[in-house]
């Protein structure tokens, strides 16, 4: 991406600046998981320590083995990390395969079918758009238990799994697809379920890897929608118990805890994106487009 | 935008769409028509009888004056973001746009944060700067400076706006660096040529190439800091401290799942949603234009 002779004689030219105003980028960005993984390792005595220290401890293996099979005691008795870890999981694969999937075939039918009320239905897809959960709090609580879906990872993930955006990002991808080939799977005798199966999904993989990156961040991260929704403690989602477990009053805080359970609750999010970054960096931009 | 070759079955596209269809109007279009239909209700106090009260609601949610006050509190959490989160990011894309070496390391880091949930981020900068164990808190008391983001209305402020800021520079980074990446190489090359230093080219060339950029990272930060920051709110302050950190989105769910008032969350709910729409113009309109520039 970097290789044009000019930015290169720049980048030789004047080199420590970049990298001086660069490494404080990655100081203000590292520094607060720097610390949390740092509190991760200590006791909670040396947490309480004024100012705590810098270095990891050598309590890291009892902290998280603590966190993962017993997870925080106090006001709120949260389940252990791997129960959370699971339903986090399980709403963010959810939510991503349902978004991918419903979107996929919104946008197969409204581009490669004619068919009465075809236009209503697009903007009907459209519109939602603008409406963001975080606006319809209520209400769409009130319709979930209405169905009954409360405490349920159908009422977890249903709500968010309509998507304007990857319905938007597919239709697109499908108007590029050329006619000829549309023709020619018609020639051979293929079927509009034939030609999605052999022919729009494989092409559609690279877009598919974009959204699957962007949407499993977004479930797993999701928030004020499964704190309304979950009344047990035992389908919480890693997000909502952390906060929970920090106390608001009289009840100490489990640092410790807290922080052991953060540094689970980061890594499978942090490695998508390192993992996947090329296809990360395309979804943000082609979503937003 | 239909294409000229396409298949002719009749009932099949509809099935397409059925999965789609139900869960927006399930999910979308009913609890939003609730809103607007609770919003010109009123219920008594034990939720026995409805009456109609036209826009009585809004008259109130409007005229309340603590509903004014966080309103403009939102209006000036949402620039201090958008300006924090967007300063940093620039400076960070020119500079990680001139170097080779490390550049992937550089863009690996500074895009983590990206990853993280708004209220697992606002639980780290919670942590750092909580007044009795964290190590930011104690190196500001070294300074003399008297921090206490649990009594004090703007050190609390200051703590969520960082937050938000902190996880939204990512995103901007990434727009920023594909915006520089986009810029003709020519153009400062022939600059270069003329003698024009780095600050000329950067103010001459760079910044007005990258307004268009700018100007949709500034709406998708206002829109991002309205809605998207609940969980950094709810994690650091609760809203607190005397309400000083409560922006319209927090209201919208304290006043409906604390306070119970059902009518007037509601009207707020159709205020937001007007909110929202307009934003959403604003970036349609201005992405139509971008394609020009």
């Known amino acids: 991406m970097l290789d044009s002779p000019i930015t290169a004689a720049v980048g030789r030219r004047s080199n420590w600046v970049p990298h001086a105003v660069l490494w404080i980028g990655v100081f203000i960005t590292a520094f607060p998981l720097y610390v949390t993984f740092v509190a991760s390792t200590l006791t909670p005595q040396d947490i309480a320590q004024v100012p705590m220290q810098l270095f990891p401890g050598a309590h890291g293996w009892d902290n998280y083995r603590e966190a993962w099979s017993k997870g925080s005691a106090g006001t709120y008795l949260s389940p252990p990390a791997w129960t959370l870890l699971l339903n986090s999981l399980i709403v963010a694969l959810v939510v991503t395969f349902g978004k991918i999937t419903v979107s996929l075939l919104s946008a197969y039918a409204v581009v490669f079918f004619k068919f009465p009320g075809r236009m209503v239905f697009f903007w009907m897809i459209f519109i939602t758009l603008m409406l963001p959960v975080e606006v319809r709090i209520l209400p769409t609580y009130q319709v979930v238990t209405d169905l009954k879906l409360i405490n349920s990872y159908a009422g977890l993930t249903l709500p968010i799994i309509a998507s304007a955006t990857a319905t938007l990002l597919f239709r697109q991808f499908f108007l590029t697809i050329p006619d000829e080939l549309v023709e020619a799977a018609k020639i051979d005798g293929a079927g509009p379920l034939r030609f999605f199966k052999d022919v729009v999904i494989p092409l559609s993989r690279t877009n598919i890897a974009a959204l699957f990156v962007i949407l499993f961040i977004y479930g797993w991260n999701q928030y004020l929608w499964p704190l309304l929704i979950t009344t047990s403690n035992s389908l919480d989602v890693i997000v909502v118990a952390i906060k929970k477990m920090i106390g608001t009053g009289a009840e100490p805080t489990d640092w410790h805890i807290v922080m052991s359970t953060t540094m689970l609750a980061l890594i499978p999010p942090v490695l998508v994106i390192i993992l996947m970054q090329k296809s990360f960096v395309k979804g943000l931009t082609d979503t937003e487009k | ?293």
Not at chain 2, 222 to 239: R, S
């Open chain 2, 1 to 293: 935008m239909q294409r000229r070759v396409i298949f002719n079955e009749k009932l099949l596209p509809y099935l397409l769409l059925a999965p789609q269809l139900a869960v927006t109007l399930i999910f979308f279009f009913w609890p939003a028509g609730q809103a607007i239909h609770m919003s010109v209700l009123s219920q008594d106090a034990f939720g026995q009888s409805v009456t109609f009260v036209g826009l009585d609601n809004f008259k109130e949610v409007l005229g309340d004056a603590d509903y004014v006050k966080t309103l403009w509190r939102t209006v000036l959490f949402s620039s201090a973001v958008a300006v924090t989160a967007l300063f940093p990011a620039l400076l960070f894309a020119v500079m990680a746009e001139r170097v080779i070496r490390g550049a992937t390391f550089y863009r690996t880091v500074l895009v983590l944060p990206y990853a993280i949930a708004p209220a697992v981020a606002g639980v780290l900068w919670l942590f750092m700067f909580s007044p009795s164990i964290g190590i930011v808190a104690y190196g500001l008391k070294k300074l003399g400076i008297d921090w206490n983001p649990k009594l004090d209305g703007s050190d609390a402020m200051i703590l969520v706006i960082m937050a938000a800021a902190w996880k939204q520079i990512s995103y901007n980074f990434l727009f920023f660096l594909a915006g520089l990446q986009s810029i003709p190489k020519a153009l400062l090359e022939a600059a270069s040529i003329d003698g024009a230093s780095e600050w000329k080219k950067f103010w001459t060339i760079t910044f007005p190439l990258l307004s268009p950029t700018t100007f949709f990272l500034l709406v998708v930060n206002i829109v991002y800091a309205f809605f998207d920051t609940f969980g950094i709110i709810d994690a650091v302050t609760n809203g607190g401290p005397a309400k000083a950190t409560e922006v319209l989105v927090y209201k919208v769910y304290y006043d409906g799942v604390h306070s119970l008032n059902l009518g007037s969350s509601s009207a707020q709910s159709v205020i937001l949603m007007a909110i929202v729409i307009v934003l959403t113009a604003v970036q349609f309109r201005y992405v139509e234009r971008k394609v020009h520039y």
